[in-house]
């Protein structure tokens, strides 16, 4: 929406199969469009996504924020639908739309009624080559993407602490600009960067449909490949050959804004999910801090009360280089410093010995657990699907489960010990300023 | 276990109802227990999860004067110890269940949620019993509590957003239990004691103030033998919980709050209805139309799309049991502040004045009927809904009468309740901003002599 989510948000999907395999059925048009389709029925909707493989990973110094701003202009119109008028189409029907951009990717979506779903496969069919970003909503929609900013991020000071870590922890990966973009690009932004990115990035050979929901899979394909079908291949969008170098020695930065409590926060470099290692990742993360029994939350929260909460999180799902975050807000009248140290003290930990057998088996009881929970929602399984299948192949998403329980404890002191290194880390301060607005 | 199903009597079954073309069916069915505990249920067989949703009148308006925050604390410490289990062994059989049990708390009822695996269903009604007829309210974990809301507070004001929202809603219901904050204030938090948390749990954590609902991999059946089962320690309390609150809306006022940020918040607004009125309705189709449809609405159209003034702007009519509000909020720079409100007050009163076309009317009951569907496309939606359904006594057949409801709404409807129930004159602002910046004018220049 038009909406952006910082990729670690996406994580929460990671965790979540119902134990056996999802059954997808994959086709792929002559032009070179996936589709993946899951078949649901124990609710009354449908969810269709469009997932191109281009988010701000793509962009290049001084563009920031390209990706997503042509996200916005998608909504502008086509020589056939009128500008603003596709959300209004959609609502008529029934149905709720919007779309987001990542770093990896831009998708647009759609859920209503499997008797309406067509129409919002005609709208995306359209608008993947029929965008016409030149309207007079140009210089408005600009001003919107700069109210978000300010609302997301300069006046937010968790997602504020988060950017200028990004900065200092990526030295070259892309990853080390903002999704919505520095301000100051997002303002410089023209309409020709709009048409050359959409020229170059929007194309059925550089994009796959994730459909799941109640909908019958003979008469949905026939459909998707009716609008779909009719569209030209594109020529092959470039790749990002970036390539993160090693990190060798702590990185440290801090933020001062006004903000009432402070935050502590180490992002360590990690591999993505295509790695063995990434499972036992994701379990680490869980022994660290999903639960209210989980290590930091039992230490810094419960026992020792210097931090209102705590976060570790693994962003094992994206295309480049991924990031192992661990976070806590510092309590009111403690220090940043001590919070620090009690983290450091149970990285160092996990780090020197082995987890019990019960607090393994009780972390990968809470994955596949949640990996049940998360097909509640025919929305939350399109997101890993095409999570999945953009990262590697939706096909991992079936070996996710068996990967988690093949995970031992020996696994998990190796990938801390290998990863949780403080000179491959980035540790990141908020310090909080009040009242400086005369 | 089957002859503890005499002790109940079921007493409503409601039809089937949703796209027959899905196999999504509601079937929702009501019982009583014989404590006086309501019990909702919904069969959904397609995973082995159940999501059980507790509403209990136990929210902050039943708190005594100088202890706000006390409920809110009563709540969050429900998972903080029982006659049977420390705290942290409440947490370890939880997370080791994958399980997750969450309390919360608001004006009018606290709220318990729980999602887990089928097969450990009865471990976690166990739990779910123990901790609303055994907790016990350590004083050490009343301590913990007291800091945590206290922080909690504390954080809450710099969201700027948050910030705006308490300061409206205490301008709107001044002197009144709505007015304030459930979490309450630093000072009143430090007063809360374990006296006073005992007597409240034993007075309103009653199975007769309370609704339960079981959405998942359960029968209606089974749900009822194994809550008999489970409950039945819990004892039913006294059968009043006191009369209904009759807040009287404070004065239109224009509040600035400074801070150092780079946009306004902005929220104006007054008092709505409560969900039992008549016209509720009506009033949410017309509010659809203003600014309750997303990117379909007029203040969407007028400060996003022509003036790129805002990334949100929305307006809300909120029912509560006994009061309700309206309020139109958004964000934009500093310096267009003066522009956003006085571009919101002119779409207020344009529908007032002009109401609303034939397609726009159209337009809104179409999405309001045709989405409604996926309002239920979760269990824990699904949970939610029934609750509320119950809460405010709608009735089970609500889905099926809705879009009747709904497709009646006319464009003199529509008017109407515009002209009576949006009262530009009565508006209380409040912008949360760089004032300097900002530099509002007062009164505030809204061409209308606001």
Excluded at chain 1, 417 to 437: C, E, H, N, S
Excluded at chain 2, 355 to 368: F, M, N, Q, V
């Amino acid at each position: 929406m038009r909406i952006f989510f910082l990729s670690l948000i996406l994580l929460s999907w990671v965790a979540s199969a119902h134990a056996q395999n999802f059954q997808i059925r994959e086709a792929v048009l002559d032009n070179g469009l996936k589709v993946l389709l899951l078949e649901d029925h124990k609710s009354a909707a449908v969810t269709f996504q469009v997932w191109y493989r281009v988010g701000s990973r793509n962009e290049i110094d001084g563009k920031s924020g390209l990706a997503h701003f042509l996200e916005h202009m998608l909504f502008k119109g086509t020589p056939k639908i009128a500008p603003e008028q596709y959300s209004r189409i959609i609502a008529e029907n029934g149905g709720n739309s919007n779309a987001f951009t990542t770093p990896d990717h831009t998708v647009y979506f759609a859920t209503m009624s499997r008797e309406k779903i067509g129409v919002e496969i005609e709208l995306e069919a359209d608008r993947m080559t029929n965008a016409l970003l030149n309207g007079t909503y140009f210089a408005p929609e600009k001003m919107v993407v700069m109210e978000e900013r300010r609302l997301r991020t300069e006046d937010n000071p968790a997602a504020a602490l988060g950017e200028v870590m990004a900065a200092v922890a990526y030295a070259v990966y892309p990853y080390r600009r903002p999704v919505i973009g520095w301000m100051s690009d997002i303002l410089n932004l023209s309409r020709d960067d709009l048409h050359r990115f959409y020229q170059t990035y929007y194309a059925p050979n550089n994009a796959f449909i994730v459909v799941v929901g109640d909908f019958d899979s003979e008469n949905i394909s026939a459909k998707i490949k009716q609008e779909f079908g009719k569209i030209q291949r594109g020529a092959e969008p470039p790749k990002v050959t970036l390539e993160e170098p090693p990190q060798r020695g702590e990185r440290r930065t801090a933020l001062k804004k006004e903000a009432e409590l402070p935050l502590v926060a180490s992002y360590y470099h990690v591999p993505n999910l295509q790695s063995a290692d990434g499972f036992a990742l994701d379990l680490l993360s869980v022994i660290l801090a999903a639960g209210r029994s989980s290590r930091l939350y039992q230490d810094l929260v419960y026992r020792k009360q210097i931090a209102t909460g705590v976060e570790a999180d693994y962003d094992g799902l994206s295309i480049g280089p991924s990031i192992f975050s661990v976070s806590a807000q510092v309590m009111p009248d403690k220090g940043p410093a001590e919070v620090e140290r009690a983290i450091d003290e149970l990285i160092a930990k996990v780090r020197a010995e082995p987890v019990g057998e019960r607090e393994l088996q009780k972390a990968k009881n809470q994955v596949e657990a949640a990996f049940v929970f998360g097909q509640d929602s025919i929305f939350g399984q399109a997101m890993r699907i095409g999570q999945f299948e953009s990262v590697a192949k939706w096909q991992l998403i079936n070996s996710y489960l068996p990967g988690i329980r093949a995970v031992t404890a020996a696994d998990v002191l190796r990938v801390a010990k290998k990863y949780l290194d403080p000179d491959r880390r980035t540790v990141g301060t908020l310090i909080p300023t009040k009242g400086q607005a005369q | 276990m089957k002859k503890l199903a005499l002790l109940f009597f079921l007493a409503f079954v409601a039809p089937v109802f949703l796209s027959p073309l899905s196999e999504a069916r509601l079937s929702p069915r009501k019982a009583i227990l014989q404590n006086g505990l309501t019990v909702v249920t919904s069969e959904q067989k397609a995973l082995p999860m159940v999501t059980i949703s507790l509403l209990i009148e136990a929210g902050s308006r039943f708190e005594p004067e100088g202890r706000e925050g006390l409920a809110n604390i009563a709540a969050r410490l429900l998972t903080y110890g029982t006659k049977s289990r420390t705290a942290l062994q409440i947490s370890e059989t939880l997370d080791f269940l994958g399980a997750t049990l969450s309390t919360a708390c608001g004006e009018e009822a606290a709220s318990v949620s729980m999602t887990l695996l089928k097969k450990d269903l009865d471990t976690g009604l166990q739990l779910l019993a123990e901790i609303l007829s055994a907790s016990t309210f350590p004083a050490e974990e009343i301590d913990r509590q007291k800091q945590s809301v206290i922080a909690s507070i504390r954080a809450r004001e710099e969201d700027p957003g948050q910030v705006a929202q308490v300061k409206f809603i205490a301008t709107l219901f001044p002197k009144s239990p709505y007015g304030r904050p459930v979490e309450g204030t630093a000072e009143s938090v430090k007063r809360v004691d374990r006296p006073g948390l005992l007597e409240f749990y034993q007075k309103y954590y009653r199975p007769n103030h309370a609704i339960l609902t079981v959405v998942g991999d359960v029968s209606h059946q089974e749900a009822i033998d194994r809550l008999g089962k489970a409950f039945r320690p819990w004892e039913k309390g006294g059968a009043s919980v006191g009369p209904a609150p009759r807040p009287a809306p404070g004065a239109p006022t224009v509040i600035k709050i400074n801070k150092d940020l780079t946009q306004a918040n902005i929220i104006l607004g007054h008092e709505g209805v409560p969900r039992a009125h008549p016209d509720y309705y009506a009033i949410q189709v017309m509010n659809y139309i203003l600014g309750g449809g997303g990117f379909s609405s007029r203040l969407m159209e007028s400060i996003r799309n022509q003036r790129g003034l805002a990334y949100s702007v929305y307006s809300a009519f909120e029912p509560e049991k006994y009061a309700g509000s309206f309020q139109v909020s958004m964000q934009t720079k500093n310096e267009s502040a003066g522009e956003a409100i006085r571009v919101a007050v002119e779409e207020i009163y344009k529908i007032r004045e002009q109401g609303a076309t034939e397609e726009e009317l159209k337009a809104a009951k179409d999405y309001l009927i045709g989405s409604f569907p996926l309002r239920l496309d979760t269990n824990r939606k699904v949970a939610v809904f029934l609750s509320q359904v119950e809460f405010f006594s709608l009735g089970l057949d609500y889905p099926e009468y809705y879009p009747v409801i709904i497709r009646a709404v006319t464009r003199e409807d529509v008017l109407r309740v515009a002209k009576r129930y949006l009262q530009p004159e009565k508006l209380i602002v409040v912008v949360v901003a760089d004032q300097t910046k900002a530099a509002l004018k007062t009164p505030l220049d809204t061409g209308r002599g606001l």
